[in-house]
């Protein structure tokens, strides 16, 4: 009677403290914003040291692999496709109202990371989010947006259909087009 009792006692302080971690990571992810942004600046010029990396990235979807240093380092080695949402939402949304956020100002490496992560989820609702950030005001956020969409739509057949029927401002495509990224034939433009 006495091992049930601790039994329950020790489970229902393991759920208390699950459930308490759960929801400061929820509110913690855009709290942590100039930690994320400090460390992916770091990281995306080689400060903290170049390599292989792989980090796991939890989706909708299921579990894929996210290739990449930089994620690795700002991340750590399992990643939630919700957080990395999270956080280009709030940039979307400081982009739309004009209001600052989280994410409003001089966040491009920090959003560099959560794009390029985005890029292997097949995640649906990424397309939506990452979209929204085709007509930043920041050079590098419209390319690497239209970038990670590129991927997106090239991974997945019924996702292209989705990323195909966006509208991409050229001067995301431009952006994109100086780190690389040739838009594929089925992206359209703004006319």
């Given amino acids: 009677m006495r091992t ?47 390599g292989p990396a792989l980090s796991l990235l939890v989706t909708s979807q299921g579990v894929v692999a996210a290739p990449g240093i930089d994620a690795f380092h700002v991340f750590g080695g399992t990643i939630q496709s919700a957080d990395l949402l999270t956080l280009l939402r709030s940039r979307s949304e400081s982009n739309r109202t004009g209001k600052p956020g989280p994410m409003s100002g001089q966040v491009s490496d920090l959003c560099y990371v959560c794009l390029d992560v985005l890029s292997h ?7 939506v989010v990452i979209s929204e950030l085709l007509t930043d005001e920041d050079h590098t956020i419209r390319g690497r947006a ?46």
């Fill in 4 to 50: 049930r009792l601790l039994v329950l006692i020790g489970t229902a302080a393991l759920l208390i403290t699950l459930a308490t971690a759960a929801s400061s990571q929820d509110r913690g992810i855009l709290d942590r914003v100039p930690e994320l942004q400090k460390i992916a600046a770091a990281s995306s010029r080689g400060a903290m040291g170049c």
């Fill in 121 to 127: 989820s097949r995640e649906p609702e990424a397309v």
């Fill in 146 to 191: 239209a970038m990670a969409l590129y991927r997106i739509g090239a991974a997945d057949e019924s996702l292209q259909r989705k990323v195909g029927a966006i509208r991409f401002p050229q001067a995301a495509i431009d952006s994109a087009r100086a780190r690389g990224a040739e838009p594929p034939a089925w992206i359209r433009t703004v006319e």
